[in-house]
Structure formats: structure tokens, C-alpha cells
């Protein structure tokens, strides 16, 4: 049992882990998309019009649905995946009861993979068998690779990625809030979304594990060639 134990308490914390894990990817999504999308919006405009204004209200007006569409795009995820896993648990709990044998074999299986007894396997299945609900988590756990989505999850997932883009979008519009003129306006957002872009895709890659500097050039590559796109066709397209 102490092994069985040692693997939930290590388990716990992995566990933790990954809720933050989850809430820095939802900020991720969010932001990447809120500097990028609007910022190339704003270069696209700033080569038809000369007024700021328009720059801003289409700007505004994109932002909003944007963040929007994010947002229920991360609900509806987040509520695929409480389904889901809902469904596993319910079907879980009836095969402990309809074939209890094959799931302590099961629970067997996965202690074989550590390396303990088959004297140790049977008396920890057997241990196990006493409580269903620790049997279920353990099975939904080792045997599916699941973890109980947090309570709540996508609901919170949709604020966070929504906020993170209204966030980021905010970032290259701010200029034209000063600027009347919006091709001047657009030098000044190139500069500041460009350093953000690279600010971002630094802590972006250090978080996921990427050479931070290279992540960052990437980051500002891809938003970089989306502004001067979006700039181009619409320089052709008003000619």
C-alpha cells in the first residue's frame, strides 16, 4: 500500500501542475491571437484610410467579437472535455460493478508496469476493491490518462482566453488613439506591438520549454509578415 500511496501523493502534484498549466495556455491562446489579429486589422485599414478614427472603431469592433469568438471557443472545449470525462467515470463505476475481476486485473496491470510482486499486485487490488471511488479515480487516472477537469474550468477558461485577447488587442490599437493620421499611427504600433510580440514569444517559449530567443523571433516573424500582408493587399486594393 505504501507504494500505492507514494504514486497518489506524486500524482497530486502533477496534478496541480497542470491546472496552471492550463490557465498559462488559455492566456497563450489569447494573447497571441489578440496581438496578432487586430494588429494586422490595423495595418490592413491604415493602408486605405487616412483617418484614425475608422482605424479605431473597426479595431474596437473586431476586438470584441474576437474575444467573443475565443472565449466560446475555450467554453465549448472545456465543456467537451468535462463531458467526456463524465462519461468515462460513469462507465467506469458500472464496469466495477458489472466485471470487478477484469478492472482488479487492470489495477494489476498497472502495478506489474512499476515493477512489484504479483504477492503485491493482488493485495493492493484487493486493498483497492474496497473503496469504488478510489478505484474509479485510480482506474480513470492510470488506466485512461484522465484527471478530473477543475470545477468550473470552462467557464474560467473562456474569461481568461477572452480577457487575454481583449488584452492584447488593445496593444497595437493604442497608438491610433493619439494619432489622427493613421500611417503614422501605424509606425508607432509597429513598434510597440512588435516589442510586445517579442516580450511575449520569450516567456511564451521559456513557459513551454523553447529556446526563449529564437520562440520570441518567431513570435514577431509571424505577426510581423501578417501587419505588412494585411498593409500590402489593401495598398493594391485601393490603387
Known amino acids: 500500500m505504501l507504494a500505492t500511496f507514494n504514486i497518489m501523493d506524486h500524482h497530486h502534484h502533477d496534478e496541480h501542475h497542470l491546472k496552471s498549466s492550463d490557465t498559462i495556455r488559455d492566456i497563450v491562446i489569447g494573447m497571441s491571437d489578440g496581438l496578432t ?46 463531458d467526456h470525462y463524465n462519461s468515462e467515470l460513469a462507465r467506469e463505476y458500472a464496469e466495477v460493478e458489472r466485471i470487478p475481476e477484469q478492472e482488479k486485473a487492470e489495477v494489476k496491470e498497472v ?12 493485495e493492493i487490488a484487493d486493498e483497492m476493491a ?3 471511488d478510489k478505484w474509479v479515480d ?16 470552462a467557464t474560467q477558461s473562456a474569461i481568461t482566453i477572452g480577457v487575454s485577447y481583449i488584452v ?3 496593444i497595437p490599437l493604442s497608438p491610433y488613439f493619439f494619432i489622427k493620421n493613421s500611417e ?10 512588435l516589442i510586445c510580440l517579442f516580450v511575449f514569444g520569450f516567456f511564451k517559449s521559456k513557459v513551454t520549454g523553447q529556446p526563449p530567443v529564437w520562440g ?24
Request: hydrophobic share 55%; charged share 15%; proline share 2%.
Open 37 to 82: 489579429v487586430p494588429f494586422a486589422l490595423a495595418a490592413g485599414l491604415s493602408g486605405a484610410v487616412n483617418s484614425s478614427t475608422i482605424v479605431v472603431t473597426a479595431g474596437i469592433a473586431e476586438i470584441v467579437a474576437g474575444s467573443i469568438a475565443m472565449g466560446l471557443g475555450g467554453f465549448l472545449a472545456g465543456k467537451t472535455e468535462a
Open 216 to 239: 520570441a523571433i518567431k513570435v514577431v516573424i509571424i505577426g510581423a509578415l501578417a501587419a505588412i500582408a494585411a498593409f500590402a493587399v489593401a495598398k493594391m486594393i485601393t490603387k
Open 184 to 193: 503614422e499611427a501605424l509606425y508607432y504600433s509597429c513598434g510597440v506591438t
Open 168 to 170: 492584447g488587442g488593445i
Open 111 to 122: 502495478f506489474a508496469d512499476f515493477g512489484l510482486s504479483e504477492h503485491l499486485q493482488n
Open 130 to 132: 474496497k473503496d469504488k
Open 138 to 153: 485510480f482506474m480513470m487516472r492510470y488506466e485512461l490518462g484522465l484527471e478530473k477537469p477543475e470545477a468550473n474550468r
